[in-house]
């Protein structure tokens, strides 16, 4: 089984993908780690590492190339980024998007890397806008269309364990006789 869990930064990508490969038994890959990874070797911190991808589309390109294979080439896993279920397509056998209002997101973000919850928000909102333009201009993928995902849900609604129960029920209560099909997923350039 393949999983997707996509949404905007702060959104809870990573303790609900993480929720959901212990509860299924799965591999977890963080595009997030992938990402802020190669901006700690190469001595940026992920914003600045995002203006850079901004002048440089290798960055984007190598990350994304790189997500696409594994979601290719492997199986029982649980891919998360912000593209995983575009990435993904066709591979994967559920595509989640999670979001959240950008206070709550801002404040999920300050908390974690113990910076002011109104910087935080400020910066998230400069890093979405930077990687939408970028998700256009390379690939031709509206992040904002959410057709291609099977179940979306607003975190600041419910606590991590509940946003799991949800997605939990989706997977056990799919029926694949009644399923009318997926929605296609594609890319206007190859990786």
Known sequence: MLLTVSGPPGSGKST??????DTFDLDHVSGGDIFRDLADERGYTPLEFNKLAEENDQIDRDLDRRLRDIAIERDDLVIESRLAGWLA???????FWL????????????????????RATEE??????????????????DIRDLTIYDLSINTARWDPDAVLDMLVTAVGEYDADGDEGQAVVSIEYEL
């Open 16 to 21: 609900t993908a993480e929720l959901l490969a």
């Open 99 to 118: 979001d959240a209002p950008p206070r709550v997101r801002g404040e999920r973000i300050a908390e974690r890397e113990g910076k002011d919850p109104a």
């Open 89 to 95: 397509g066709e591979q994967a056998d559920f595509r």
């Open 124 to 141: 998230t909102k400069a890093r979405e806008a930077s990687e939408a333009k970028r998700y256009q201009e390379y690939y031709g993928i």
